[in-house]
């Protein structure tokens, strides 16, 4: 048991150093997915105490720290509901964040072998997506693009797209495909 719960920690403290910032939630959904949530709370206390990570009670943030905490990037907490429903349907190997420099790419990960990414695409930024993928093509690599809004899916412009999706404020994931 004990073992376990060390593990969890572990593991909690590693997630939270790879996305910087994660709501509660989401480090829970994480843990479920292999039946592991009843270790969560625990970590976090123990993390919490030990000042591994700083933790918002009020917005239910887990963060490395309280500058990391500042800097939370919407899109990639968007993202990071993405990966998980991606998992419900998916075995996913690897995960990590994205280089500021794949920018709109907040997630790449690897499931079944492939290569994936996640975008995500505010309603001001579909132009500016555009553009950037217009002259940049990343051979084998499938994207998951994430959107505020399901109308702006016709105006995406971008090669290989899986799907499309929406993340409600409970953190449910919808899927869309574009019609061609």
């Given amino acids: 048991m004990e073992n376990k719960q060390k593990a969890v920690e572990r593991e909690v403290k590693d997630l939270i ?3 910087n910032a994660l709501y509660k939630s989401q480090v829970y959904e994480f843990f479920a997915k292999d039946g592991r949530e009843q270790f969560v709370g625990r970590a976090l206390k123990a993390l919490e105490k030990e000042r591994d990570i700083y933790i ?10 309280e500058e990391s905490y500042g800097a939370r990037e919407y ?5 990071v509901w993405a990966l998980l429903g991606i998992m419900d349907q998916k075995k996913v190997e690897q995960h990590f964040l994205a280089s500021r420099e794949e920018y709109p790419v907040r997630i790449v990960f690897v499931g079944d072998g492939e290569i994936y990414d996640i975008l995500y695409v505010s309603e001001a930024e579909v132009c500016v997506t555009n553009h950037l993928f217009a002259r940049k093509r990343i ?3 499938g994207h998951i693009v994430v959107v505020e809004n399901p109308e702006n899916i016709p105006e995406i412009q971008i090669p290989d797209v899986v799907g499309f999706c929406t993340v409600k404020e409970d953190g449910k994931v919808e899927y869309y495909r574009k019609d061609e």
Avoid: F, M, P
């Fill in 17 to 19: 150093q790879k996305y």
């Fill in 56 to 65: 918002n009670q009020e917005l239910k943030l887990i963060a490395v720290n």
């Fill in 75 to 79: 899109g990639t907490l968007q993202s």
């Fill in 139 to 141: 051979d084998g690599c």
